[in-house]
Nanobody, 123 residues
Framework: QVQLQESGPGLVKPSQTLSLTCTVS??????????WSWIRQPPGKGLEWIGY???????LIHPSLKSRTSISRDTSKNQFTLHLTSVTPEDTGVYYC???????????????RGQGTQVTVSS
């Protein structure tokens, strides 16, 4: 069974770049038919889809975040990474990496998620 594990800094200063890495085990990020996403949950709010990367390395980002977000991957390490620039306190929340079997922007349609990692943006 696939497992996903997020890693990265828990505290980031405003205007800095947040980079989070998802390490996948029990499956490959190049497996056919899967979409590897980042999702977040701000405090007191619902899940928000950030974007995904495909098995071929193409990505789709939520329009509201597109100007400062990218997703990259390292197939040799079976990892994919979120890069979010110019962070503000509004980027605070729990960040999850996830796997879905269709190209959806609905966060609740990703069946497999990591445990999540808390990110706080504060000076």
């Amino acid at each position: 069974q696939v497992q996903l594990q997020e890693s990265g800094p828990g505290l980031v200063k405003p205007s800095q770049t947040l980079s989070l890495t998802c390490t996948v085990s029990g499956g490959s990020i190049t497996d056919f038919g899967y979409y590897w996403s980042w999702i977040r949950q701000p405090p007191g709010k619902g899940l928000e889809w950030i974007g995904y990367i495909t098995r071929l390395g193409a990505s789709l980002i939520h329009p509201s975040l597109k100007s400062r977000t990218s997703i990259s991957r390292d197939t040799s390490k079976n990892q994919f990474t979120l890069h979010l620039t110019s962070v503000t306190p509004e980027d605070t929340g729990v960040y999850y990496c996830a796997r879905g079997n269709k190209p959806t922007n609905r966060a609740d349609e990703y069946a497999y998620r990591g445990q999540g990692t808390q990110v706080t943006v504060s000076s």
